[in-house]
């Protein structure tokens, strides 16, 4: 039964490379968030997506930031173009539904991108 | 505006009780979550309390004052293991999202 999975759990990348971040929900859950966590910072949400549909992406940056979540795979989310201030823990969680009134998200262990 | 205010940090005895606070002010409620997270960690689910009121789950109790814009987090019988990070999020009404608190980093001493 596994949970929430995210790969890689560690990302190093260069200034102006591309960082793919992956995230495979609990099984049987279809709604999919991304939370960035700055350091001595709370989680702050990015993006909400279902199948093949973004819901909300009002907390993701309008530039270089962007993610999907195909009908079949995990959802990714994608960074291009890297700068320093995109070093963070950045955590997706699952529901089973869409996550109101007490449906709990469900968290993975996170990747933590580091710039250099 | 919106904002979730929570202690940076509190130290704690083992075999103790500390009591974490949470004040909120958000446009629109539902309900509010408090996550646990070890170092490095994924957040995990302790508690969701919609109703006012006090709710008990072991040796962890949560409580909201939906009036007052208030929770707190109980833990009794402090183990060492509780030593983590403790998140108050809100569940917005008409947001799809929570709406996360900086944490409260807990230390738990001999």
């Known amino acids: 039964n596994a949970g929430v999975m995210q790969n890689p759990r560690h990302l190093v990348r260069r200034r102006g490379q591309e960082a793919r971040l992956r995230c495979s929900p609990m099984?049987?859950?279809?709604?999919v968030y991304w939370y960035r966590q700055l350091p001595e910072e709370g989680l702050k949400f990015m993006v909400y997506l279902q199948k093949e549909n973004i819901i909300d992406e009002s907390g993701m940056p309008k530039e270089r930031f962007s993610a999907e979540f195909p009908k079949e795979g995990p959802s990714i989310l994608r960074i291009q173009q890297v700068v320093r201030g995109d070093s963070a823990a950045y955590f997706c969680?699952?529901?089973?539904?869409?996550?109101?009134?007490?449906?709990?998200?469900?968290f993975g262990p996170g990747t933590r991108l580091t710039v250099t | 505006g919106q904002n979730i205010d929570q202690p940076t940090e509190m130290t704690a005895t083992e075999g103790a009780i500390v009591q974490i606070n949470c004040t909120y002010q958000t446009s629109g409620f539902n309900g509010l979550f408090w996550y646990q997270q070890h170092a490095g960690e994924a957040p995990t689910f302790l508690s969701y309390n919609v109703l006012d009121g006090l709710e008990e789950k072991g040796r962890f109790s949560s409580f909201l004052s939906r009036s007052k814009g208030y929770s707190y987090l109980l833990l009794k019988e402090l183990q060492m293991k509780d030593s983590a990070s403790y998140l108050c999020a809100v569940d917005q009404t008409g947001a799809n999202n929570l709406f996360f608190g900086t944490g409260t980093r807990l230390t738990v001493i001999p």
């Open positions: 099984k049987g859950h279809s709604h």
């Open positions: 969680a699952s529901s089973h539904q869409e996550g109101r009134s007490g449906d709990e998200q469900y």
